[in-house]
C-alpha cells in the first residue's frame, strides 16, 4: 500500500466570512500591452456584512480603492482590486482581491479569487492567517456594483 492510500486527504470545508457590496465607477481602458488590454475600475465605496457567526463584522467599503484589470489575449480576464473596508469598530483592513473570470465556454461564468486581508494587531489580525476563497458577481442593471463574498477555507 502506498502513502497516498494510507494517509487520507485533510477533508476541506469553507465558512462565508462576509459579503460586500461594492460602488464601481465607470471602466477606464488604459490601452493593450503586451498580455492583453489594460483596465482601472475606481472603487467608490460601499458596504459589508459578516456571514452567520460573524455578526461583529460590518461595516463599508472605503472609497479610493480600484481594480486593475487584465483582458487576456485567450479570452480570460485576470482582476488585481486593492481597497479598503473599515470595521465598524474603527478598524481598517486593507483588501487584495485577486480575480480570474472565464466566459469563454459555454455555461456559466467562472469567477473565482484569492482574497488577502492585511488587518493590524487586534480582533481582526487572524484575517490575514488565513486562505480566503472569494466570488464575484454583478449588481447590475440594480446597482453600479459587484457583490463580493470571501470564503474561509478550514479543514476539519
Known amino acids: 500500500m502506498n502513502l497516498f492510500d494510507r494517509i487520507a486527504p485533510t477533508e476541506i470545508r469553507h ?14 481602458v488604459l490601452g493593450t500591452g503586451p498580455l492583453g488590454e489594460r483596465r482601472i475600475v475606481p472603487i467608490l465605496g460601499g458596504t459589508f456584512r459578516g ?6 463584522f460590518h461595516g463599508t467599503v472605503l472609497p479610493g480603492g480600484a481594480d486593475r484589470q487584465l ?7 485576470e482582476l488585481d482590486a486593492l481597497y479598503e473596508m473599515e470595521v465598524a469598530d474603527g478598524t481598517v483592513l486593507t483588501i487584495r482581491n485577486r480575480v480570474i473570470i472565464d466566459e469563454t465556454s459555454a455555461g456559466p461564468r467562472y469567477a473565482m479569487s ?31 456594483a459587484v457583490i463580493i463574498r470571501g470564503w474561509e477555507m478550514r479543514d476539519t
Open 15 to 28: 465558512r462565508l466570512l462576509w459579503e460586500a457590496l461594492v460602488d464601481v465607477d465607470e471602466t477606464r
Open 71 to 77: 483582458i487576456r489575449r485567450d479570452g480570460a480576464k
Open 114 to 144: 484569492r482574497i488577502e486581508v492585511i488587518a493590524p494587531d487586534g480582533p481582526w489580525a487572524w484575517l490575514s492567517r488565513r486562505l480566503i476563497v472569494g466570488t464575484l458577481q454583478s449588481a447590475r442593471p440594480d446597482r453600479a
Open 51 to 56: 456571514g452567520a457567526e460573524m455578526e461583529a
